[in-house]
Nanobody, 113 residues
Framework: QVQPVESGGGLVQAGGSLRLSCAASGSTFKNYVVGWYRQGPGTRRDLVAIITASGTTNYADSVKGRFTISRDNAKSMVYLEMNDLKPEDTAVYLC???????WGKGTLVTVSS
């Protein structure tokens, strides 16, 4: 079983940056799509960015040009670089292997105006 563990959340002012990390143990991690999702207060869980095993990426329209997802298969890590953060980016960010339905517990990102 591959259990993702997120880190890197925190409080940042609007316009600032954060880098989230997702550690996923298991030798088969490199074979799977990994996604970052977020869930704000009173909102549904939405896809933020996704990266395939080969490194192809896709982003929600709301974060295109500001967020970058990347992976290091040798370290079983996936990252989410977030720049020009806005108050509406405030949410719990979760890392997941959606094909296997393996989810982390999330890390809170709070962006103050």
């Amino acid at each position: 079983q591959v259990q993702p563990v997120e880190s890197g959340g925190g409080l940042v002012q609007a316009g600032g940056s954060l880098r989230l990390s997702c550690a996923a143990s298991g030798s088969t991690f490199k074979n799977y799509v990994v996604g970052w999702y977020r869930q704000g207060p009173g909102t549904r869980r939405d896809l933020v960015a996704i990266i395939t095993a080969s490194g192809t990426t896709n982003y929600a329209d709301s974060v295109k040009g500001r967020f970058t997802i990347s992976r290091d298969n040798a370290k079983s890590m996936v990252y989410l670089e977030m720049n020009d953060l806005k108050p509406e980016d405030t949410a719990v960010y979760l890392c997941a292997l959606p094909v296997l339905n393996f989810w982390g517990k999330g890390t809170l990102v709070t962006v103050s105006s």
